[in-house]
């Protein structure tokens, strides 16, 4: 199967990352932008640029028919979503095939399968892969009661449509069922068009580990490592590290195995990665999800393991098998990565859209910058406000940590607010240093900081 030209449907430091690496594998590269992005970083990167239209998501980078029209109407083969947009879209991949588009992913069927998280946790169930206590579909608030009982409390309500963090209530109180039900179902329609929401037992002190996957249309499918993607707010990833710290070589190996089996199961192809809770309290692990495209955490794994994985990507789209069997993928050292976003901490992380009149990133050995930020680039407010993402690698997490913390030091951004402040103080906090975290350290984390500058100005 040929992929000679391709459209990147996305846009920011992803398409800034897909075109690197069709350079390198001799691709010729179409993008397509909104108005908004006619002159970014990736549209002047890229062989072509092709407007798809106005700055709104759903009138461009959301819109199937003109991106499926638009890689038709630049004779490009493949089309490669990235992440986010319609990255997950079975709809896209669908469309591609009919015209005879290469989708730089998964089969429909599979995008569909995972995409579904009670379908998905039917299927984890039966390849014996353990889930959380919960349930299939709950329909009204009284259903959800009677299984917030039987499961106990906490438990979390999540909609099957989706993910983001969008329609995900944590109910710790009985008194509390009604309202957070009300509320969740309301955001799952809203996000998903799709009030269908479900049960799980919450798990306090939990971490976020996920196994990064590669697998081929011949049923090949291999591990590049786990990451632990604990610091979130929000449900929204701003730290990750691989491998996860803090957890013995065989529990490890058996999370690692368990992702393997999954997709394996359902013969899944390209890159992928499946989500896992992990109870520091019991040692125990549960199946999460499985997201079905990159992520943006991906060069971590890069890091550690020395594979690329986009390149892999289309690769394994053009029908290749995999190259390397499981025991060829080495792994070594730490890496981390931070995202760096327009957002002002100080004030409840608002968004700081704007020109940027600085950008200093720092330099030198073990310090790789995913972005499509420059000086005088003008961060819009339409879309993400993720400005790069900051990957540093070191002989073991110490050193990463470290050097991390000198990294961000020397980052200077002007014009426009950053997380950096916060991520600085994440950084130097001891409980990170000692790799103590888990999904509610981000919030603990931005309290303390809001104190120490708050006592700093009495």
């Known amino acids: 199967m040929t992929v000679s030209r391709v459209l990147i449907a996305n846009r920011g430091e992803i398409a800034v990352r897909i075109i690197r690496a069709c350079q390198a594998l001799g691709i010729e590269t179409v993008l397509a932008v909104s108005e908004a992005d006619r002159d970014s970083l990736p549209a002047r990167l890229a062989?072509?640029?092709?407007?798809?239209?106005?700055?709104?998501?759903?009138?461009?980078?959301?819109?199937?028919?003109?991106?499926?029209?638009?890689?038709?109407g630049t004779g490009s083969d493949a089309v490669h979503p990235g992440y986010g947009f319609l990255a997950e879209s079975s709809e896209l991949a669908e469309a591609c095939a009919?015209?005879?588009?290469?989708?730089?992913?998964?089969?429909?069927?599979?995008?569909?399968?995972?995409?579904?998280?009670?379908?998905?946790?039917?299927?984890?169930?039966?390849?014996?892969?353990?889930?959380?206590?919960?349930?299939?579909?709950?329909?009204?608030?009284?259903?959800?009661?009677?299984?917030?009982?039987?499961?106990?409390?906490?438990?979390?309500?999540?909609?099957?449509a989706g993910g983001g963090g969008r329609g995900m209530k944590i109910v710790t109180e009985y008194k509390d069922m009604r309202q957070m039900f009300t509320s969740a179902s309301a955001e799952a329609r809203a996000a998903f068009g799709d009030d269908t929401l479900y049960l799980e037992r919450f798990i306090p002190n939990a971490r976020h580990v996920?196994?990064?996957?590669?697998?081929?249309?011949?049923?090949?499918?291999?591990?590049?490592?786990?990451?632990?993607?604990?610091?979130?707010?929000?449900?929204?990833?701003?730290?990750?590290?691989?491998?996860?710290p803090a957890m013995t070589e065989p529990r490890r190996e058996e999370i690692r195995q368990a992702a393997v089996t999954l997709a394996r199961n359902i013969g899944y192809e390209n890159a992928g990665t499946v989500e896992f809770i992990f109870d520091q309290d019991?040692?125990?692990?549960?199946?999460?999800?499985?997201?079905?495209?990159?992520?943006?955490?991906?060069?971590?794994?890069?890091?550690?393991?020395?594979?690329?994985?986009?390149?892999?990507?289309?690769?394994?789209?053009?029908?290749?098998?995999?190259?390397?069997?499981?025991?060829?993928?080495?792994?070594?050292?730490?890496?981390?990565?931070?995202r760096i976003t327009a957002e002002v901490p100080d004030q409840g992380f608002r968004p700081s859209p704007g020109r940027i009149s600085e950008w200093s990133p720092?330099?030198?050995?073990?310090?790789?910058?995913?972005?499509?930020?420059?000086?005088?680039?003008?961060?819009?407010?339409?879309?993400?406000?993720?400005?790069?993402?900051?990957?540093?690698?070191?002989?073991?997490?110490?050193?990463?940590?470290?050097r991390m913390r000198r990294a961000l030091e020397q980052f200077s951004v002007s014009g426009v607010g950053t997380n950096l402040p916060f991520l600085r103080f994440v950084m130097g906090h001891p409980d990170f240093a000692a790799g103590k975290v888990n999904t509610h350290?981000?919030?603990?984390?931005?309290?303390?900081?809001?104190?120490?500058?708050?006592?700093?100005?009495?």
């Open 47 to 72: 062989g072509r640029t092709i407007c798809i239209g106005p700055p709104s998501s759903t009138a461009s980078y959301l819109n199937v028919k003109t991106i499926v029209a638009a890689a038709s």
């Open 98 to 160: 009919a015209q005879g588009i290469v989708f730089v992913g998964p089969q429909a069927e599979q995008i569909r399968q995972m995409g579904n998280k009670l379908q998905a946790r039917a299927l984890a169930r039966q390849c014996g892969v353990p889930i959380l206590p919960g349930s299939e579909k709950v329909h009204t608030y009284d259903e959800a009661a009677t299984v917030a009982e039987q499961i106990g409390f906490p438990v979390m309500l999540k909609a099957a």
């Open 210 to 244: 996920e196994v990064q996957l590669l697998g081929d249309r011949l049923g090949n499918v291999i591990h590049l490592g786990e990451r632990d993607c604990s610091l979130q707010r929000r449900h929204q990833k701003l730290v990750e590290e691989a491998p996860a």
């Open 282 to 338: 019991t040692g125990r692990f549960y199946f999460l999800e499985m997201n079905t495209r990159i992520q943006v955490e991906h060069p971590v794994s890069e890091a550690i393991s020395g594979i690329d994985l986009v390149q892999e990507q289309f690769r394994i789209a053009r029908g290749e098998a995999l190259r390397f069997s499981q025991s060829d993928v080495i792994f070594r050292g730490h890496a981390i990565e931070c």
């Open 362 to 402: 720092p330099e030198g050995p073990n310090i790789r910058l995913d972005t499509h930020c420059y000086a005088g680039y003008t961060v819009p407010i339409y879309y993400d406000s993720m400005l790069a993402k900051l990957i540093i690698y070191g002989r073991d997490r110490v050193e990463a940590v470290e």
């Open 441 to 458: 350290l981000v919030e603990e984390l931005i309290t303390q900081m809001g104190s120490a500058r708050a006592g700093a100005k009495s």
